[in-house]
C-alpha cells in the first residue's frame, strides 16, 4: 500500500511538473525568426528576367499581295502599296516578312486606327483652336509623291487643309531601314500647326498572344513587355528619351494618399537614356530594333500593349515639334493649356535594324547596339584591374537646423577618412573609388552655389591633397562631388541662379513632406550651370569630379534668350569637351554623355516595375560593360541582400556604398535624413562580404564584353563574356544543374577560366 | 469639396513625380516609413517589398475581402457573386457558391473547413460546408436586442475557435454582433463611444432628459472592419466616414482607429489614444507576432505592434501610373503562414503580393525577444537594427529598455533622449540621481557639518577681527548707480507691492529705460523657460523654433496690453500716465523674473516624480504677477478694485480685438493683391495672344 501511495504521489508530481512546463512553454511561444524563402515570388516579378519560350517557328502571317517590290539588297526587300501608303519588308536572310496590319480593315481598328496602323508616317497637328488631331498618310487629304531611287524612296507630303508641307525619305542600308525628315523642307502656312510625327508606329504589331514575343523598351536598364491576353491598363508605356524636361513638363508629385504621411512616397522611376526600342517576334527567330539618329532630344518613346486603346501590340517614337504647356494666367498657377509658338529645330532620323536567329532578342540587340555605337565614335575601354573597383561615397560636413541660426557637423573629417581607407587596406580592399561629398565650405547642402572653397572643419586644401595622395597611392581614384544641377533656396540667389520655365516660374522639384529642411530644389539655369562646371575645373584641375544630376537633367530654359533641349545638351557637351587632364564621373548619364564619362555612377538595376513590363534586362550594361566602370546604387539603402549581390554579379556592376564615420542619428535634422544608414563602422563587415562576392565573380571579366546573356531556366542565368567566361548565377533556393554545371542555391559559378 | 476636386485633377493629369535628392535602385517603388526620434514620418530601409501579382485578368469583379487559411486564398468576388479559391503556390483555381450567393463581401473559413460567407445583397450570413453547400443561413435577428432600426447589412464575419460569430455590418455603430454556434442573436460588442463636444457637455449640464432626447442623437462611429488573431482577440478598425475627405480633423478625433477588444470589448492595444492612425481604414490583419496590419483604401499599410506602437508605413496609391506594390482601390489585406502578405485591389481586380525583407525579421525579432524579457539577446538584436537606421524611434526605445531592464541607466538614458521618451528617461535619470545621492550623502553630510562648525567657530572669532559688519553693499549704498538700483529695486516688489508702484506712479523709481531692461531681462529668462528647459520638463525643441515667434509670443501682448490698458485707462479716469503704465507692468512681472531661472535650474534637476513642484512653483510665480498687476492697476491708475477689474476686463477685449483686426485686414490684404495679380494675368493674357 505504500508502495502505491508513494507511485501516487510521484505519479501527480509528474502531472503537476508536466502542467506547468507545458504552461511555461505556452506562454514562452517561441517564434522562428527567419527570413521566409521568397526566391520564387522575387524571381517571377519583372524586377527579375523571365526565360524565353522557345517554341514553334513563327509563321508568316502577312503576304505579299498587293504590293510591289520597290527596293532591296542582299538582305532586305521593300515592298509597297501605294494605295494605303503601306510596306512589307522581307527579311532574305529568314524570309520573315515585317509589315502592319492586313491590307482589308479589321473590324477591331476603327478608320482613324487603320489608317495610322497601315501608314508608313502619321502626323499630329493642333487645329485652329489648338486641339490635336491626327492624319496619316493614306488619307485622302494628303497629296503624296513618291520617287523611287536605287534603294531609296523620296516622298513630297502636301497637305493643302492645313497649308503643311515637307519631304521624307526611307532608304535601304545593309540591315536596315532609315527613315528620315530634314527640318528645312517643313513649312507651315495656316493656322494649325504641327505637333509629331511618328514613323511606320505600328511596325511588326501582333494582336494579344497569337505569337509569342516581347516588345523592348529602355526603361532604366531595360524591359520587356511580352505579348499576353487583352488586359485593362490606364495608360500604356511612354517615356520621353533623356528623362522629362522640367523647362515644359510639369513638375507636380501626386497626391492622394489622403493620410498623414506625406504624399512624396514613390520612388522614383529610372528613366530612358538611350534612344532605342525593339520588337521581337519569337525570341532567337526575328527581331528589329530601331535606333532613333537624330531628334532623339524631342521623342517620346511608346508602347502599348493588347488592351490599352486598341487590341495590338505595338511600339514606337513619337517625335515631337511642339506639346503644349500649362500656360499660366495667375500667380496661384491657375492657366490654359497651349501649344508652343515655335516648332523645335530638329531632324528626324531613325534606323530599324532587323537581326534573325541567335540575335534576334534583347541580348543581341544591345550587342548590336553597341557595334552601332562603336561605328558612330563611341570609342572607350575600360580600366582592366586586378581587383575590381569599390566605390565608396563619404560625406564630408552638412548642415543641421539649429536654434537662430543653421550649424554645422562634420560627418567624416579628413583623419577619419584616412581612417577608413586604412581600415579597407587592412581587409584588402585598395582599389577604391573614393568619392569625397560635402567637402564645399558649409557642407553638402549649405554650400553657396558656384563657390569652390574646401570646409575648415573637414580639412584643409592640404588635407585634401595628402589623401589623393593615399588613395592615389593605393591604386584608387579621389573624386570631389560637385552638384551643378540643383540648388536650395539658401544656397542660390534665385533670380540670378534659377532656371525658368515656360509658364515663367522657377522650374523647381517640391517634396510634399513639411518636415524636411529643404521642400524645394531649384534647377540651375544652364548657362551658370556651365560656368559653374568651367570654374571648378579650373580652379580644382588637379582633382577629378563627379557631377550630380548632370548626367540625367536635360531641360530648356526660359529665363533669358530661349535655350531648348538641344541648346543645354550643346552647352553641357561643348564645356565637358573642353580638354583637361582631369576625370568626370556621371551618375546615371545619359547616351550622348558617355564619351566624356569615365566612370558611371548609379546604374540603374530595375526598370519602373510596370504592371504590363514582365521583364527587367541588363540591356545598358550589355552595352556599356567592357567600355566603361559602372556601379550599382549604394548598396546600404536598400540593396545588400544575397539576390542584390547576385544581380550585381550578373549586370557586371561594381558595389557602392555611401558612408561617414559620425553616427546615423546625427542625420537627425539635416537635409540628408532620407539616407537613415551611413556609419562606416556598422557597415563594415557588411562592405567586406558584398565586395568579396561580387570580386569573386567580375575580377575574372575586368575590360570584358558580355556576347551574350541568356535565362537557362527559370532563376538560373548565363551570362557570356568576350574572353571566353561564362558566369552562371542561381536565384533559387536549391542547387540547379544546366550546362554540366552545378550552381550552388543563392550562388554564382564561373565557367572557362 | 476643393480637396476632392484636387484629386480627380491630379489623377487626370499625367503627372511626372521626381525627386531630385538621391538615385536610388530600389526594388520597392514606394518608400518604407517608419516614425522618427523626432515623432515625425521618416524613410527607412525597405521593410516588404512587391512580389508577385496574381489573379491578374482572371476576370475578378470587384472583389471587396480576401481571407487566407493555410495558405490558400479565399476571396468574395463581389461582382460574380461567388467565392474564388486560389493557391498561389501552384496556381490552383475553383470558385463556389455560385447561384446561391448574391453580394458576398467578406469571407472567413473555420478550423472546421465551414466557410462563412457575410453577403450584403442578400442581407445574411451564409454558412457553407467545404462542397459549397448551405449549411446554416443566419438572417436579420428577431431579438429584441437588436437594435430596432437597423438593417442587417453584413460586410464581414470572423468566427472564434468556440464557434462564436462576430459580424460587422453597414453603418455598425451599435458595434460588432455577435451570434452563437445556433446562429441566434447574442447583443452588440465593442461599441465606439461618442465623441462629446464641450458644448454637448454644457448642455448636458443645463439641459432636461427630455430636451436632450430631442436635441441630438449622438451616433459613434461606426466599425469598418474586424480580424481575429491565434487567441481569438478581435482587431477592428474605424472609419471616420462623417468627416470623410478632411482627414486633418479626423486626425484630431480622440479615438484611436485601430482597436484590439479583449472579452469585454475594451481596447487594449493602446490606451493612451495617441497613436499614429488614419481615418481611411478599411481592412485590418492579425499579424503572426501580436502585430497587426491596417490598410487604407488608397493602398497604405500601416503596420503596429502589441502595444500600438507603429512599426512600419509602407504601400502607396496608384495616381498616374500602374507600377506593382500601389493600389487604386486597396479592399482588404491577410497575411499567410510564411508572413506574406496579400492585398487585394478591388478596382483593378488582382492580388499584389508583399514579402518581408531581412529589416522586418530583424524588427519583428527584436520587439519579441524584448517583450519575452530576452534581454540580453535582444540587445543585440536591436544593435543591429540601429546600423540600419539610426532614426528609428522604435529602435532607440527597445534599445533603451533592454538597456534600462539591463540597469545599464547612462546608456538607456542617451537612447531615451535621442528617442524624445521623456518618461523612461526620467526613470533613468531618477535611478543614476539616486545612485549619486546614496554614494555621496555621507559626503555631503560631513561637508555640511563642518560648515556649520566653521560658521560657529568663525562667529566669536570674526566679530574680533571685522567689529563692523558691513550690510550688503549693493541695495543700501548711495554709491550704486541709478540704474542698478532702479532695477534691483524690482525686488522691493515682492515685498512691499502696494508702496513700490505708489513710487513708480510718483516717478520716484524705476524708469523707462530701466523698465525696457527688466522687459528685455523677462524676456530671456522667458524664452529660456520655454526653449532651454531640462529635458525632462521641455516640450518644444528650439531648433524648430524660430526666434521672431518667441518674440512675438512675448511682446505683442506686453505691446498691446500697455497700449490698451493706457487708452482704456485714460477714458476711464485713470491717473495713471503711458510711462506710469509701462514702468509698472515691467516690474508687476516681478515674480515670474525672479523664480523662473530658479525652477529652469530645477527642471535638471528634478524627474517626473517631482513634476509637481516645478508645475506648482511655476504657476504661483505666474499668479503672483497676475495679481501684482491687478494691484499695480489699482495704485498706479487709483482704482477701487471694481473699476480695475472692469478696466482690466475692457482691455483683454481690445487685445483681442486687435489681434483679430489685424488678422483680419492681412487675410483681405491678401485676396486683394491676389485679385489684383489674376486681373492683370488675364488682362495681359488677352491683350498679347
Known sequence: VRYIKYAFLIALAVALLSIVVDAAGYRNKKYEFTVPDTSLVEINTNRYTQPDN????????????????????????????????????????????????????????????????????????????????RISLSSKDIEKQYSWQDNSLDCQVKIPDLSMEFKFTMALSNDGITFALPIDSLKEGGKEKIKSVYFAPFLGTTQEDEIDGYIFVPDGPGALIRFGKAQSYTSGFSKKIYGLDMGIDALEAPSGLMSSRSDDYL???????????????????????AVIENGEDYATILANVSGIQTNYNWVTARYDYRQSYMHTVTKSGTGIYKPQEDYNQQDIKVTYYFLTKEDAGYSGMAVKYRDIMEKTGFAKTERVDKEI???????????????????????????????????????????????????????????????????????????????????????????????????NEDQINKAAYASVNISKNYTKFTRTDKTLMYQESFLIKPSEMVNYIGKSRTKLSSYDLSLKGLGIRLYSDYSGKTLSRSDTKDLILQELKKPANQNIALYNPNQYLWNDTT??????????????????????????????????????????????????????????????????????????????????????????QVYRQVNEALKHVEGACITEHKIVLQGVVRVSYSNGINIYLNYNQEDKKVDDVLIPAKGYCIEGR | MKYIKRIVVSALLFLAVLYPNQVQARESTAYTYTISVDGEWIRTQDAYIPGQVYLKGFGLSKPSDLFIKDNIIYIADTGN?????????????????????????????????????????????????????????????????????????????????????????????????????????????AANTARITLLEKIQELIFTQEQLNRLFKRTPRAIQNIDITENDLLYSVTQDAGISFSWRE???????????????????????????????????????????????????????????????????????????????????????????????????????????????????????????ANYTESEATWVDLLKLNGMSRIAHNGYGKTLYLQQNYKEAMKHF?????????????????????????????????????????????????????????????????????????????????????????????????????????????????RLFRGFIFNHTSAKDVSILSVMALFFIPCFLW??????????????????????????????????????????????????????????????????????????????????????????????????????????IWGQVVDFLNQLIGEVTYRALY
Open chain 1, 54 to 133: 522557345i517554341g514553334d517557328k513563327i509563321e508568316n502571317r502577312l503576304d505579299l499581295e498587293g504590293f510591289q517590290k520597290k527596293i532591296e539588297n542582299q538582305i532586305l526587300e521593300i515592298w509597297f502599296n501605294e494605295k494605303l501608303a503601306t510596306l512589307r519588308i522581307v527579311d532574305k536572310r529568314s524570309g520573315y516578312i515585317w509589315g502592319f496590319v492586313g491590307t482589308d480593315k479589321p473590324d477591331n481598328l476603327n478608320k482613324s486606327w487603320y489608317a495610322m496602323a497601315n501608314s508608313i508616317l502619321t502626323i499630329e497637328y493642333y487645329d485652329k483652336k489648338n486641339a490635336e488631331k
Open chain 2, 250 to 372: 479626423a486626425q484630431e478625433s480622440e479615438d484611436n482607429n485601430v482597436k484590439l477588444h479583449n472579452l469585454a470589448g475594451q481596447d487594449i492595444l493602446n490606451t493612451s489614444n495617441d497613436m499614429v492612425d488614419e481615418w481611411n481604414f478599411v481592412d485590418i490583419a492579425a499579424g503572426q507576432y501580436d502585430n497587426c496590419y491596417a490598410l487604407t483604401y488608397t493602398g497604405l499599410i500601416n503596420e503596429y505592434d502589441s502595444e500600438g506602437n507603429l512599426i512600419f508605413s509602407f504601400g502607396g496609391r496608384a495616381v498616374s501610373s500602374e507600377r506593382s506594390g500601389l493600389f487604386t482601390y486597396a479592399a482588404a489585406i491577410d497575411i499567410d503562414n510564411d508572413g506574406f502578405i496579400y492585398v487585394l485591389d478591388s478596382e483593378r481586380a488582382f492580388i499584389q503580393m508583399f514579402y518581408p525583407t531581412e529589416y522586418a525579421v530583424l524588427t519583428h525579432k527584436a520587439i519579441s525577444q524584448l517583450k519575452s
Open chain 2, 81 to 189: 457573386s461567388r467565392i474564388v479559391i486560389f493557391n498561389p503556390r501552384t496556381d490552383e483555381i475553383s470558385t463556389l457558391g455560385e447561384g446561391i450567393l448574391k453580394g458576398p463581401r467578406g469571407i472567413y473559413v473555420h478550423d472546421n473547413g465551414q466557410i462563412y460567407v457575410a453577403d450584403y445583397d442578400e442581407e445574411c450570413v451564409f454558412v457553407l460546408s467545404r462542397n459549397g453547400a448551405v449549411k446554416m443561413k443566419i438572417s436579420r435577428p428577431d431579438s429584441y436586442l437588436f437594435s430596432e432600426n437597423s438593417r442587417f447589412k453584413p460586410t464581414n464575419v470572423v468566427v472564434t475557435a468556440g464557434n462564436i460569430i462576430y459580424v460587422v455590418g453597414e453603418g455598425s455603430y451599435e458595434g460588432i454582433m455577435q451570434f452563437n454556434e445556433e446562429g441566434e442573436f447574442q447583443g452588440y460588442y
Open chain 1, 267 to 289: 520612388v522614383d522611376e529610372p528613366q530612358v537614356t538611350v534612344p532605342v526600342f525593339g520588337m521581337v517576334h519569337g525570341a532567337y527567330q526575328n527581331a528589329y530594333m
Open chain 2, 417 to 529: 533622449k535621442i528617442a524624445n521618451n521623456k518618461a523612461y528617461y526620467s526613470e533613468c535619470f531618477w535611478e543614476i540621481r539616486d545612485a549619486w545621492i546614496n554614494k555621496y550623502i555621507g559626503t555631503i553630510l560631513i561637508i555640511l557639518a563642518a560648515a556649520y562648525l566653521c560658521r560657529m567657530l568663525w562667529k566669536p572669532v570674526g566679530k574680533k577681527i571685522f567689529p563692523k559688519r558691513k550690510e550688503p553693499k549693493i541695495l543700501k549704498t548711495h554709491k550704486a548707480p541709478k540704474l542698478l538700483k532702479d532695477i534691483l529695486y524690482i525686488f522691493n516688489f515682492i515685498r512691499h507691492p502696494i508702496d513700490s508702484f505708489y513710487n513708480v506712479k510718483k516717478g520716484e523709481k524705476g524708469t523707462v529705460l530701466s523698465a525696457s531692461i527688466l522687459y528685455l531681462a523677462t524676456f530671456v529668462i522667458f524664452m529660456c523657460d
Open chain 1, 389 to 487: 573597383p569599390l566605390r565608396l561615397n563619404i560625406i564630408g560636413a552638412e548642415i543641421k537646423k539649429g536654434f537662430l541660426k543653421n550649424y554645422l557637423t562634420a560627418f567624416t573629417d579628413i583623419d577619419e577618412a584616412v581612417e577608413i581607407i586604412g581600415q579597407l587596406e587592412k581587409a584588402g580592399i585598395n582599389n577604391l573609388t573614393f568619392v569625397y561629398e560635402g567637402w564645399q565650405k558649409k557642407g553638402v547642402n549649405g554650400s553657396k552655389y558656384g563657390e569652390v572653397r574646401f570646409e575648415s572643419k573637414v580639412g584643409k586644401k592640404k588635407d585634401f591633397d595628402d589623401l589623393k595622395g593615399i588613395v592615389e597611392a593605393n591604386g584608387g581614384r579621389y573624386y570631389l562631388t560637385i552638384n551643378p544641377v540643383t540648388a
Open chain 2, 562 to 667: 500697455v497700449i490698451g490698458n493706457y487708452m482704456v485707462s485714460s477714458i476711464n479716469e485713470g491717473e495713471g500716465k503711458l510711462r506710469a503704465v509701462y514702468v509698472g507692468t515691467a516690474y508687476a512681472m516681478a515674480p515670474y523674473t525672479i523664480a523662473a531661472p530658479f525652477i529652469l535650474i530645477l527642471t535638471y534637476i528634478l524627474t517626473l516624480n517631482e513634476a509637481f513642484y516645478i508645475n506648482f512653483a511655476w504657476y504661483l510665480s505666474l499668479a503672483w504677477s497676475v495679481v501684482l498687476i491687478f494691484l499695480g492697476i489699482m495704485e498706479i491708475h487709483n482704482y477701487t478694485f471694481k473699476e480695475a477689474l472692469k478696466n482690466v476686463l475692457i482691455t483683454i477685449f481690445f487685445m483681442a480685438m486687435a489681434i483679430t483686426a489685424f488678422a483680419v485686414l492681412y487675410i
Open chain 1, 599 to 688: 566612370e558611371y555612377f548609379d546604374m540603374p538595376m530595375v526598370n519602373s516595375q510596370y504592371l504590363y513590363e514582365t521583364d527587367t534586362v541588363p540591356f545598358l550594361q550589355i552595352v556599356l560593360k567592357g567600355s566603361i566602370d559602372y556601379y550599382a546604387p549604394y548598396a546600404n539603402q536598400g540593396f545588400y541582400t544575397q539576390n542584390s549581390i547576385l544581380k550585381m554579379i550578373e549586370y557586371g556592376a561594381y558595389p557602392s556604398f555611401i558612408a561617414a564615420a559620425a553616427d546615423n542619428y546625427e542625420l537627425e535634422d539635416t537635409p540628408l535624413v532620407d539616407l537613415y544608414s551611413i556609419n562606416f563602422n556598422d557597415w563594415y563587415d557588411t562592405i567586406l
